[in-house]
């Protein structure tokens, strides 16, 4: 440790630190701007200098190492003088607009202006002019003239989004941040730019002007969206959502959000809202109160119960809801004689052999692995949060790998890489498992590719490696095999193996139960095999399931459909629509990929006459009369529902578990589908009912439009190869088709035509894996 002495304390810090640093631990306060704690150092504002004794003049503070018996002040008349100073000369230019600025209030700026600044400027010349910039529906660059050049935004793309959309032009006073092609930001980060930025530069276009920052009261909660369940401050005004940023937890989000958790706030003020219970009669619809509603369902699964028995009633839920909704959905269809309850509605493969399957270490230990291999993962767009975590590891040197059926930016360097048709993937992850065995001596049944011995040997490399199983691995036919021969690798490597989750309660919907436990049906037996009557809680089937096809005629086939919803959906094919509040109008509990626990309350009251989903299941399992429906508070039905689970929400390791007993066969000579087949992704902006109701996400370019990707392969043998041409290709699966624009991408495995799902113009395709053929349009 380096000992220096800051305004008369004694402060140690590591070698290598800056003032700074020693200056934080203190809890001395620097004034600065182009400086941030998860950034790379730039000097640009000088807003931090200090006066160092011995040295001629003052210098920065988050750029001057310490050294042992360093005298620092950061108060003196020198360091203030020269503070003031690089003060008078940030504001020659800057715009005399905070009365009208988005980030008045809540300014770096401006806060250091009144200790720093002048009460008037000497300077009488023009300020300048920068022109502004259009760079997508998210981030407004409207009022570039307030940038004081921190570059912030530019070291966040390269550091943390890991592409550099944005940079400086120019120098000196004709010096301006640009995209320098008049392109967009697209990352899936990039809404990070706007909180790092220290003045009004850089301000939210949802948020523009909807209301000033002394006007909102700021409320704690926790984000519906992926496994990460990063944390949020949500700031509301006259009971209606206007902002979402991040809470800082280290062990979590860090100070981050991805673009979803941030923007997907706009669909609870959509005008889609479901604020009444509403009663379809004679093909029409109607609105009726709690009363009427509830009693028709709870007579219409008497009566299926009773005329068709229990197994004619089946219950699909989204892994977006929280563990108190999911835990009562359970109970009241187990209270009604069914085990048909099943979240998992992407899955292909339902085998589970008990446990839940979880990360396998914790989320803040990602950003220090020493190596992982990430199986079937559209990292970047399915876990932002994760991808970012996973680049700082590799910054620090982690060996980063995959096996994918397409080699797409992760924005990170891969060490090796196997890329091969979805049908392949076990062949491959058991081509690594023989790589591994022939590392340690055992006998193997032939000769592992170059490709496999990398893979292993990044493995090995490190105390602290990872094999993570991503979204499309566990949709996957072969998910319990793939799940086998990836705790076998980790086993022998001393890794850490885990699943990256697909939703913010995948891990809590395990807990509670909501799949079958004995011998229920799962979600792909109740969508193939059509049941009387569904409960549908927070999902829209045909969009959320891997075969919206097949879950259209499901529902078409049903007596009775109950969706339980915060939005009018399934209009088409349910007879009651229940209005249950979303994640921003109750309290519960989400349990993210490494198993914590985090619960919210509700930050607005309900709209209209909409309810807390589990206060409507309490009140539905006692017009039943079905037993445990009797708790009068969240808190009651958290601790029923761990207490039933056998945890405690201090420690829910007891069920994390990722073993799989399941025989992955020998050697790895896997037979593929003749011909092409369906890569299936879901689009990040696609994923559940709030961002697919976002107006500002819907017009990124994530959210456009889908296509049907093909390998250089399929483009040529269709004869797509004429420039200038935008083609339209038929894809069909079974008896099911769809028309697409097609583009090329090179990156694809040759037999791989990549066709996301969860979106209603893919919605009548068949499954998310399997053979398709693809045809141009007209042919």
């Known amino acids: 440790m380096v000992e220096i002495e800051l305004n008369g304390q004694k402060v140690q810090v590591p070698p290598g630190s800056m003032v700074m640093h020693a200056a934080e631990k203190a809890g001395c306060h620097i004034p600065h701007f182009c400086y941030h704690k998860k950034l790379s150092i730039a000097a640009n504002c000088r807003m931090c200098l200090v006066e160092i004794e011995k040295a001629p003049k003052p210098m920065p503070a988050c750029a001057t190492p310490v050294t042992q018996g360093m005298i620092v002040r950061t108060q003196s008349d020198k360091a203030i003088k020269a503070q003031q100073s690089v003060m008078e000369f940030l504001l020659i230019n800057h715009p005399l607009d905070c009365p009208i600025c988005d980030q008045g209030g809540e300014c770096q700026l401006q806060d250091l202006a009144v200790g720093y600044g002048k009460t008037a400027s000497r300077y009488e ?9 259009e760079v997508g529906p998210l981030i407004s660059m409207q009022e570039m003239s307030r940038c004081i050049q921190c570059t912030r935004c530019v070291r966040f793309g390269q550091e943390i989004a890991g592409e550099m959309e944005l940079g400086m032009l120019h120098r000196g006073e004709h010096a301006e941040i640009t995209t320098f092609l008049n392109g967009t930001v697209d990352s899936e980060l990039s809404g990070n730019m706007i909180d790092i930025c220290p003045v009004g530069a ?17 409320r704690k909660s926790v984000s519906p969206h992926d496994s990460t369940g990063a944390n949020l401050i949500v700031q509301v005004k006259n009971n209606q959502v206007l902002r979402v940023v991040p809470l800082e937890n280290e062990a979590v989000n860090e100070c981050w959000l991805a673009d979803r958790d941030r923007f997907s706030y706009e669909a609870l003020n959509s005008d889609e809202r479901l604020s009444t219970p509403m009663l379809r009669q004679d093909g029409v619809w109607r609105t009726v109160d709690w009363k009427t509603a ?3 369902v709870a007579n219409g699964l008497r009566h299926i119960v009773s005329s068709h028995g229990a197994d004619a009633l089946g219950a699909l839920a989204s892994p977006h809801s929280t563990l108190e909704e999911l835990s009562l959905l359970a109970q009241l269809v187990r209270g009604l004689g069914s ?21 396998g270490t914790s989320v803040a230990a990602l950003s220090s692995l020493s190596g992982a291999l990430v199986v079937g993962s559209f990292l970047r767009k399915d876990h932002p949060l994760f991808a970012q975590r996973l680049r700082q590891a590799a910054r620090h040197g982690a060996k980063i790998s995959r096996i994918h059926a397409l080699n797409d930016a992760w924005n990170m360097p891969i060490t090796a890489q196997m890329i091969t048709a979805p049908s392949a993937w076990l062949s491959a992850l058991q081509e690594v498992a023989a790589a591994v065995a022939l590392a340690k001596g055992m006998d193997v049944p032939a000769q592992p590719s170059q490709a496999a011995q990398d893979i292993a040997a990044s493995l090995f490399a490190g105390e602290h490696a990872a094999i993570l199983l991503g979204n499309a691995a566990m949709q996957h036919p072969q998910a319990a095999e793939l799940l ?16 990256l989750g697909e939703a913010a309660n995948s891990v809590g919907a395990q807990l509670v139960g909501a799949q079958p436990q004995a011998q229920g049906a799962h979600a792909g037996q109740m969508l193939a095999e059509p049941r009387r009557a569904y409960l549908l809680y927070n999902t829209e089937p045909v969009l959320d399931s891997a075969n919206g096809a097949q879950a259209t005629k499901a529902l078409d086939a049903a007596e009775l459909v109950i969706a339980f919803s915060p939005f009018k959906t399934a209009m088409e094919h349910a007879t009651v629509l229940l209005p249950i509040a979303p994640f921003t109008e109750t309290a519960g509990s989400f349990v993210n990929a490494e198993g914590r626990l985090q619960s919210f309350h509700g930050v607005v009251r309900p709209l209209g006459e909409t309810r807390p989903g589990w206060k409507v299941l309490r009140v539905l399992g006692e017009m039943l009369g079905l037993p445990g429906f009797t708790q009068d508070s969240v808190e009651a039905v958290r601790a029923a529902a761990l207490q039933a689970a056998g945890v405690s929400a201090q420690d829910l390791s007891t069920r994390l578990s990722n073993r799989s007993s399941h025989n992955a066969g020998d050697g790895y000579g896997a037979i593929a589908p003749a011909g092409l087949e369906r890569l299936a992704d879901v689009p990040i902006y696609s994923t559940d009912a709030l961002v697919r109701r976002a107006p500002a996400l819907q017009h990124t370019v994530d959210a456009a439009a889908p296509v049907a990707a093909l390998s250089a392969a399929t483009w040529m043998g269709l004869g797509l190869n004429q420039a200038g041409v935008a083609p339209r290709v038929r894809v069909r699966m079974l008896e099911q088709s769809v028309e697409l624009d097609a583009v090329l991408d090179a990156s694809l495995a040759d037999t791989v035509v990549r066709v996301p799902m969860g979106h209603a113009a893919t919605a009548a395709l068949g499954g998310a894996f399997g053979a398709l053929s693809v045809e141009r349009a007209g042919a």
């Open 125 to 133: 010349e023009e300020k300048r002019v920068v022109m502004p910039k």
């Open 202 to 218: 850089l301000t939210s276009k949802p948020f523009r002007y909807s209301a000033r920052t002394w006007e909102l009261s700021r």
């Open 294 to 296: 509830l009693e028709v």
């Open 339 to 359: 085990d048909n309850i099943d979240h998992r509605l992407r899955h292909s493969d339902f085998r589970h052999d008990g446990g839940v399957r979880w990360l």
């Open 484 to 499: 086998a021969v990836a705790h076998w690798i980790a086993d022998q490597c001393g890794a850490t193996c885990g699943v």
